[in-house]
């Protein structure tokens, strides 16, 4: 198994959540009575679309940083970092569901390890860039 099959599991995790989540919708919409294109209503349907929302804004920023980490850093390490963020992402679902005001340590977590990526990222560019 290559270094990058790590990463990839990672990636394909990262799919995989992000598909749960808009099936979430969708069920959410037919429960709550919140017919598309429509994204408010229901409060609880709410939560759900903005979680999906949410995780997908961040995913565009987190798979990037995953593969920029995992070329220029560590593809075990970064995948160790996205496996925290994908615990936090589910987290921050299922307290952002059941109650708005708890999300943060889901987030938080999420937000520490997308920072992590980010920062190892930036520092092994730049090492391989100033080392040629």
Request: aromatic share 16%; net charge positive.
């Amino acid at each position: 198994m290559s270094n990058y099959q790590w990463p990839c599991l990672i990636t394909w995790l990262t799919l995989v959540l992000l598909m749960v989540l808009s099936l979430n919708v969708g069920r959410a919409r037919g429960r709550y009575n919140v017919h598309a294109p429509a994204t408010t209503g229901d409060p609880v349907f709410e939560r759900y679309y903005r979680v999906q929302m949410n995780t997908l804004e961040s995913a565009l920023v987190f798979l990037p940083a995953l593969w920029l980490g995992s070329w220029y850093w560590s593809p075990l390490w970064s995948s160790v970092s996205g496996l925290v963020w994908l615990a936090g992402r589910v987290w921050y679902a299922q307290a952002y569901v059941h109650d708005p005001k708890s999300r943060s340590g889901g987030f938080g977590l999420s937000a520490t390890a997308l920072f992590v990526l980010l920062i190892a990222a930036a520092v092994g560019w730049v090492r391989s860039f100033a080392l040629g």
